[in-house]
């Protein structure tokens, strides 16, 4: 555990209490996804109740015998944050999976919204990462996303069949078997991480990844009445000064313009060591899938034209959503250095530069 003297850490824990409950209390306002608007009653509920909480997936009774062994990976856990979706996370997330004997778990929390009434709190998205970091999965949880395609390794998508039998003992055993685990989700934020570096210990590191919130919303086709991602934001930078080493946060442009550096930073971030280069699997996944002659769209599109995906939006905006998000999120595309349009005419016009300055101004790893 971390070694700090006494009163630090009960400092610490006092500020980890604090954060949460404003995590909490602006959690509600903190996302535009349309599932959590649905539930957000239910949310807000359940995630003040801590008494209760989640049932699933959930630590054997005491007394009862271990289930099958339940040996950790022994390796690191990696978790893709991003505040909200169309952030480019399954690129990045797709990437670091690239890491040799990585389980991937795309999206964990989605079973949640589609196949129990259960809404997610911050609880329950605890105990899924933590039951997946010692591969305690539960049978339901495991069957379903199995069957989604939700587990995955370098090759895609894993135990991926209708067979309940088959997709549990073959998610069990495909998780004990790999040593690095890498989880991806959209649906916790960041307010939530101090308690679960606490839980996991030193061997969790988070990925935050932001991206210009009008890319985020010329796909999602809405304006919003307020921009949601400055709390998330504002506090990525508490859980670093909180716990030194386990967070870095990469802005998806960066990672556009600079593929090669970034995940360099990244791997050196992740494996601990300084002087690191490139694993070979990482670096061809970069030079596939950064091509230009494969861009493609869709929504978990992993095939970028990266430099011109990173700006497309530019081109298909409209005026009212480009102005609308630039009084909204004002404050957000200031923080990540980038310009405002103020008119459909400059957005188009290409010689308009997106950053205020060529240098990457966001995207920050702390390399050991
Ligand atoms: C959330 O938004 C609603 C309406 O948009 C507002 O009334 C409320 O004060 C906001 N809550 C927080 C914590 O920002
Ligand atoms: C809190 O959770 C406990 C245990 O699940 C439950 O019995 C209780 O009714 C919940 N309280 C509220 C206010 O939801
Ligand atoms: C797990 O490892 C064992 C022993 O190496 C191997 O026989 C088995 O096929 C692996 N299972 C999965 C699901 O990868
Ligand atoms: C595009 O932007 C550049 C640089 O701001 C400007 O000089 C040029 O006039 C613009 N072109 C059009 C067609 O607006």
Known sequence: MMMVPRPVRHFGQLLIALLFLLGIKTWSNSSFEVTQEKGRDAILRKSTNLSGGASLPRAPPEGA???????????????????????????????????????????????????????????????????????RLEEHWLRTTARRGLLRSEAGAICQTTDAELAVSCGGESCRNRSHLLVKTIRMRVSWLPELL????????????????????????????????????????????????AMASVKYEDLCLDAEGVATDLWRFISGDSTAALPPSWAR????????SKAGRGAYNTWRDSQKEAEQWRQEIDEDLLLGVEKSCGQVIELLGHNKFHSLANARNWSFPLRRTPRALYSHIDVP
Request: aromatic share 10%; proline share 11%.
């Open 285 to 292: 996944y970069i030079q596939v899938h950064t091509a230009p």
């Open 65 to 135: 015998a271990p289930p099958a062994p339940t040996s950790p990976p022994a390796g690191s856990t990696v978790l893709v944050l991003s505040s909200v979706g169309r952030s480019g996370s399954s690129f990045l997330a797709e990437l670091l999976s690239q890491r040799p004997n990585t389980f991937y778990s795309f999206e964990p929390m989605h079973y949640y919204e589609k196949s129990t009434r259960m809404a997610l709190s911050p609880r329950l998205a605890w105990d899924i990462v933590e039951a997946l970091s010692s591969c």
């Open 198 to 245: 606490l839980r996991l210990g030193p061997g969790l590191r988070v990925v935050h990844l932001v991206r210009d919130p009008r890319a985020s919303f010329s796909r999602i086709l809405h304006i919003p009445r307020k921009c949601s991602f400055p709390q998330d934001l504002f506090m990525v930078d508490t859980v670093k000064k909180l716990f030194p080493g």
